[in-house]
Each structure stands twice: as structure tokens, then as C-alpha cells.
């Protein structure tokens, strides 16, 4: 099994479009990202935990899941790294690969020493635009493949039903 840890606010932070819904909403930044971890969640079959820093968000520890994908937001005093760290040490064994996405330098070898793999935000940018690109490429293809009505009708015919249909015949 595969795990990708999402380091939320640094994704929010290297993504141009979340980075300027930051500057106006923060929590539609949020739902975006986690929008855009449910469409790579369902497109690679990856288990998705995506981490927030309570800094930013008051409170307890709060889990949720949103579609597939499992959102966490840390304990006031604890860092979205920290918990990160804790959740790859904890999550890493023989039959899972746990990848880390955040662009933050420190953390990336922290990671990567505990045997996870590392994925800077533009890479998971780029992967992000690669799936959206194939599952649009998927829906044109169902799409032109599928008929336009179950019974085959001729041009001619279906153009006068359709002129019927507006209340021109």
C-alpha cells in the first residue's frame, strides 16, 4: 500500500492558484486542496492524510474525513512537521511506501531518513495537472464513444425532432 502525507498549508503555500485564494479565503483553499487529494486519492488508489498546522487553526486535535481522504489538524502546540515525522515513523513497514509532500527542505530529509519518500510540491503539482489531464481525456472519450440516444435515429429524422421538440414545426 501506498500513503501520501500532504504538509497542507506549505501545498496552499507552493500552489499559484491556492496561493491566491489564501489571500482572500483560507478555508476555500483548504476545501480545494483536499478537493484536489480526493481526485489523486481515487485516480492512483494512494491513501491520502493531508496535515494542518493548528496555528492557524485554534483548538484540539480534530480528524476528519472529507470524501476518501483522511485531514487531520494538529494539536495547538504541535507542528504539522511534527506530526508528519510521527505519522511516517509510524505508518512506515515492509508492505507500505509513505511519501511526503511539502517543499520544506528540513523536512524532506527528515523524512527521507526514516525511510519515506520525499515529493516537493511542484512535483505533486505537476503530477496533480498530469491526472486532471488524463481523467479529462477519459470523460471525452466515454463521451464520444456513447450515443446520443439508444435508438438509432437518422440526422434528418432527429434535426425535425428537435425542431419539434423547440416548437418550430
Known amino acids: 500500500m501506498d500513503i501520501l502525507l500532504v504538509d497542507g498549508y506549505n501545498i496552499i503555500g ?9 489571500m482572500d479565503n483560507l478555508s476555500e483553499a483548504r476545501d480545494q486542496l483536499i478537493e484536489k487529494m480526493a481526485e489523486y ?7 491520502v492524510i493531508v496535515v494542518f ?4 487553526v485554534k483548538g ?9 481522504v483522511e485531514v487531520i489538524y494538529t494539536r495547538e502546540n504541535e507542528t504539522a512537521d511534527e506530526r508528519i515525522e510521527k505519522l511516517a515513523i509510524s505508518l512506515n513497514n515492509i508492505k507500505t511506501q509513505v511519501h511526503v509532500a511539502t517543499s520544506d527542505f528540513t523536512e524532506q530529509w527528515a523524512i527521507f531518513g526514516q525511510g ?7 512535483e505533486l503539482l505537476i ?3 498530469s491526472i486532471e489531464g488524463s481523467i479529462q481525456k477519459k470523460v471525452k472519450n466515454i463521451e464520444e464513444k456513447r450515443p446520443i440516444s439508444k435508438i ?4 434528418d429524422v432527429m434535426e425535425k425532432l428537435e425542431k419539434w421538440r423547440r416548437g418550430n414545426l
Not at 14 to 22: F, G, I, R, Y
Not at 53 to 56: G, T
Not at 60 to 68: L, M, P, S, T, V
Open 127 to 129: 503530477e496533480m495537472e
Open 53 to 56: 498546522d493548528a496555528h492557524l
Open 14 to 22: 507552493a500552489w499559484p492558484d491556492l496561493q491566491k485564494l489564501k
Open 152 to 155: 438509432p435515429i437518422s440526422k
Open 116 to 122: 519515506s519518500l520525499r515529493k516537493s510540491a511542484r
Open 60 to 68: 484540539i486535535e480534530n480528524k476528519q474525513k472529507n470524501y476518501r
Open 41 to 47: 486519492q481515487a485516480y492512483t488508489g494512494y491513501r
